[in-house]
């Protein structure tokens, strides 16, 4: 069975902090591997990540994904409040289905940023 | 901003009653996928269609649970008769399909959170 999972499953920091967070994954077809920040609704998208070692980055977040090991990392630095949120980890192991992304989702990390 | 639709954002039942939830994808994207959400479970996925036809729904309960699209701008689940295990916070997502996925992320909605007394 593919799986996902994410640690730690909850973190609590002070605003300024760098935190990492991480996901590794069990999966028999991998094809990409997402993350998505859900504050009160909808997750909404930040990375997709293909190749090993390449990182993505956008502002203050960035990401990693090692093939070899079966993980990914996805760092946050000089945090602030509007980063508390819950951080989904997604693998897309898709098996057939050209042009589809068929997403298993890790447990989330809740993540707190106190002022 | 181009977003998913869904209806209702909320919904009440009593246990055995027929729940139809809604969603209106982005225009332009022909992947539509559901999603369930619980605290014990996470983010599971329940079914996905592609050019309104069904690909997956291997992670749906066949006898009670249903999924549709009626046309390219409306896609529906249906829970009939409701049980209060179904109570959960059910996702739309969509997203275009192509020759090349790698850059085409799923899109999702806000979410209808479903409670069956």
């Known amino acids: 069975e593919d799986k996902v999972v994410q640690s730690p499953l909850s973190l609590v920091v002070h605003e300024g902090d760098t935190v990492t967070l991480n996901c590794s994954y069990e999966v028999t077809n991998f094809r990409s591997l997402l993350w998505y920040k859900q504050e009160k609704k909808a997750p909404t998208f930040l990375f997709m990540l293909?190749?090993?070692?390449i990182e993505k980055k956008s502002g203050r977040l960035s990401s990693i994904l090692d093939k070899k090991e079966l993980f990914s990392i996805l760092n946050i630095t000089a945090t602030q409040t509007g980063d508390s949120a819950v951080y989904l980890c997604?693998?897309?192991?898709?098996?057939?289905?050209?042009?589809?992304?068929?997403?298993?989702f890790g447990q989330g990390t809740r993540l707190t940023i106190n002022p | 901003d181009a977003r998913v639709t869904q209806t209702p954002r909320d919904k009440v039942t009593e246990m055995g009653q027929e729940v139809t939830m809604r969603c209106q994808p982005i225009l332009g994207h022909n992947t539509v996928f559901w999603y369930r959400q619980t605290m014990m479970q996470g983010l599971e996925l329940l079914a996905y269609f592609r050019n309104r036809a069904p690909l997956d729904d291997s992670g749906m309960p066949k006898d009670r649970f249903s999924a549709e699209m009626p046309d390219a701008t409306l896609a529906t689940l249906k829970i009939q008769p409701s049980e209060p295990r179904d109570s959960a916070v059910y996702f739309c997502a969509s997203a275009p399909a192509g020759a090349t996925y790698s850059n085409q992320p799923q899109h999702f909605g806000d979410g209808t959170r479903l409670s069956i007394l």
């Open positions: 997604a693998v897309d192991c898709d098996t057939w289905v050209q042009g589809a992304q068929k997403l298993v």
């Open positions: 293909t190749s090993s070692g």
